[in-house]
């Protein structure tokens, strides 16, 4: 009887983990899951007319960039496959001495229109036709960019109803 029990038990423990295994949830993705691309991979996708949304940002080292990661654009990277398409042109590569340098970002406000972090630009067949840029007017707390106008910009975009 004693080792029925016992043996009752071993089974049980090896099921209820087994179980624990199972119904792990996957993790929760993060800008950091999303394609980073550089901006030699940029110009050449919108030369091939591509069509994508693509995020500029001082990704680690931007208050606000991530404010926008952390409490926006995670909760919908996780809830909407749409925003799993974006690109990330991480700045904190591509230009690291441009956050605290304006004359550094001379040459992405030139080329791209970019001048601060976080950027989101849309793109249709290579043409840049939808912008929402952190400004001092646009900046919120908690999210970077104000949420109606993330919200408004994504609509546009048709990564939200």
């Not at 991530?66 to 799993?84: A, M, T």
Request: glycine residues 6%; negative net charge; contains cysteine.
């Amino acid at each position: 009887m004693k080792k029925m029990l016992i043996l009752g038990a071993v089974i049980m423990m090896t099921l209820a983990g087994g179980c624990s295994k199972e119904d792990k949830a996957a993790p929760a993705k993060t800008v950091f899951d999303l394609q980073q691309i550089t901006f030699e991979e940029l110009d050449k996708e919108l030369t091939n007319k591509g069509s994508m949304v693509v995020y500029f940002g001082w990704i680690e080292n931007c208050t606000d960039s991530k404010n926008f990661q952390k409490n926006y654009l995670n909760k919908h990277l996780n809830s909407n496959q749409d925003f799993q398409a974006i690109k990330v042109v991480n700045l904190d590569k591509e230009l690291p001495d441009a956050l605290e340098n304006r004359d550094e970002r001379a040459g992405i406000k030139a080329k791209y229109d970019v001048e601060y972090s976080p950027t989101l630009v849309y793109y249709i067949d290579g043409k840049a036709v939808s912008k929402l840029e952190w400004t001092p007017d646009t900046t919120d707390k908690k999210t970077g960019i104000m949420k109606s106008r993330l919200d408004e910009f994504f609509k546009d975009c048709g990564y939200l109803d």
